[in-house]
């Protein structure tokens, strides 16, 4: 694996290591950076679910495979992909370890039997995984004990080894809707427009939206308005850094007014534009734009 941060084009991570020690965790922080990420996967698909990657995506999506203890004797098989560089893509191991008292009381609190336990112990289990990885432990380009890790710390972990800037960016949406066609389910944050004055009453303006010059001026005018945007903006830039020190890196800010047309609109669109002046990455959508 090389020293730098930034994630190589045409990357291949595998991704392994013993149950209860964060694998998925791993998976899910590298699917947030971008990859391509494929779990419990037998070695012996790998070279194909590159070359699949390879034909639909390019060469240049980073791929991220996740293989664990139930490939059983297929482990050699990966050994010999990892050595030959069979992919043709530059390629790191990952294993994730922790103490074994950990692992148990992880896996007794999801409350799930170890693959290789049997009709033994848990501990049983764990000592068998420790065997069989035993080999590919050893060819671990980045070893990551999590025994005194929390979630954040691995995935700060996992973002510093194979993120970049813009990966590991906070990635903001500012949606407008309309309350008559119901909350956006995946807002993180809800802003009401409604005690702005409504455009619709205005005859020239009913027609236009809020993206429109005319609507958009006469709402941001609204001292109520400013003092909303003077107000807010700091907020969300305050829950922001939050965000990213939680490890958490996409926000949906969900605006409405009555039907998504006009005050919403224009309070996103202005909104999208001040927090893109502090640095974030932001996008604007209107869901409800059209619907009347």
Known sequence: MT??????EGE???????????????????EDLGFY??????????PEVVRLVDERHGRQRPVAVVVDVRSGVFFDRLEEILAT????????????????????????????PHPLQGNGRLLDGLVRERAVLARLRGDA???IDTTDLNVHQLTDRVA?????EETTALKVTVISFGFKYGIPVDADLVADMRFI???????????????DAPVSAYVLARPEAQRFLEQYVPVVGTLAE???????????IAIGCTGGKHRSVAMTEEVARRLGETGLDVRATHRDLGRE
């Open 3 to 8: 020293d730098t941060a930034a994630v190589a």
């Open 12 to 30: 291949l991570v595998v991704v392994s290591g013993m149950t209860g020690a964060g694998r998925s965790t791993v998976a899910k922080e590298l």
């Open 37 to 46: 990420v494929v779990d419990n996967l037998p070695p012996e698909l790998v």
């Open 85 to 112: 560089n069979a992919t043709g893509r530059p390629t790191s191991l990952v294993f994730v370890e922790a103490d074994d008292d950990v692992l148990v009381r992880r896996q007794e609190a999801a409350r799930r």
């Open 141 to 143: 380009d980045l070893l």
């Open 160 to 164: 510093a080894a194979f993120g970049t």
């Open 197 to 211: 004055p409504n455009p619709h009453w205005v005859p020239e303006l009913r027609p236009q939206t809020g993206r």
């Open 242 to 252: 939050g965000y990213l020190r939680e490890g958490k890196r996409f926000m949906t």
